[in-house]
């Protein structure tokens, strides 16, 4: 199946330098927010208490709100999750050992509607939240450290790997610069989805690399750019169609998914878009721009010399 009628034959890598431009306007706003506004952290960084509970019927969040200042839960963060009877409850950290939080919280549930029930209360410390986003950077730097060796092994040359790096970046960038923008809830939801997003951009990225080795083992005498458009432009149906599927799936959790759910879904969404882009604009034109030949995916084997006969 394909999206396109017929083969199409755009001319990808002529306006890349435009593309060039783009992209930097792009992230160099993003730096700008990340440092300026900086990121919405969640308690899952901040540390604080996370509480879930049910009531029979639609929860009042004003209602809840109040009753939780009257308890002495000030700056508290109430929001539905799964349905309008299920709430989150997020507050900042507290002295509170866990037991007594816990019967608080169901004071002020139960002044709201007596039949509320607590189900779930996690206390995340501080030290916990600053473990987790060391953890966080430790993973992503590990990530692109093997994708750097990854596709320096499978297509034998470093200016794939250097395109494919530089497109991995990209992607985070701007969703973390979205993320500062907007002062969307930054979790470790969030975190995964980042990590699902380097994934994601990278498959497209392998697959370009993939048709541009075969294009270049039909044709080495073929122009690079030439070899790069008419990969770019054999896979672009598939690249097309499979985001467009998984765009519609993101975009029902943004809109179905409730609070819980909106942060997953936006870096998600977000990362799909910017992948699509990079795996054309970003990973394939760098190596161009570094000079990518056919004899750097295919690297000459050197023939030991033979002796003359006598």
Not at 14 to 37: C, D, K, P, Q
Request: glycine share 6%; proline share 4%; charged share 15%.
């Amino acid at each position: 199946m394909e999206f396109f009628s017929h083969q199409t034959d755009f001319k990808f890598m002529a306006t890349r330098h435009v593309w060039y431009g783009l992209s930097a306007i792009l992230m160099i706003a993003s730096i700008v927010m990340l440092f300026t506004r900086g990121l919405n952290l969640a308690i899952d960084f901040t540390g604080g208490v996370s509480a879930q509970a049910t009531f029979p019927v639609t929860a009042d969040l004003g209602a809840v709100r109040r009753q939780l200042v009257t308890a002495g839960f000030n700056d508290a963060q109430v929001q539905s999750f799964g349905s309008s009877r299920n709430i989150a409850i997020r507050l900042p950290p507290s002295k509170m050992n866990q037991e007594v939080m816990r019967e608080h919280l169901e004071t002020a549930l139960k002044a709201v509607n007596p039949a509320a029930t607590l189900q779930q209360l996690a206390v995340v410390g501080p030290q916990v939240g600053s473990q987790l986003e060391t953890s966080a950077a430790e993973a992503l730097g590990f990530t692109l450290l093997l994708i750097f060796g990854y596709i320096a092994v499978r297509f034998h040359t470093w200016r794939l790997s250097f395109g494919a790096i530089l497109a991995v970046l990209h992607d985070p960038i701007l969703v973390l610069g979205w993320f500062a923008a907007s002062q969307t809830s930054f979790d470790l939801a969030v975190v995964a989805a980042i990590l699902a997003v380097i994934g994601y951009s990278l498959n497209d990225t392998v697959v370009v690399f993939d048709r541009i080795r075969e294009r270049f083992e039909g044709n080495r005498r073929l122009p690079p750019d030439v070899v790069l458009d008419q990969s770019i432009n054999q896979t672009l149906s598939r690249t097309i169609m499979t985001k467009v599927v998984t765009s519609i799936v993101v975009v029902a959790l943004l809109i179905l998914g409730g609070p819980v759910l909106k942060g997953f879904s936006e870096a998600l969404l977000i990362g799909i878009l910017a992948g699509t882009y990079s795996s054309i604009y970003i990973s394939s034109a760098v190596a161009l721009e570094c000079g990518l030949t056919a004899e750097h995916v295919f690297p000459t084997i050197k023939k030991t010399a033979v002796d003359s006969m006598p």
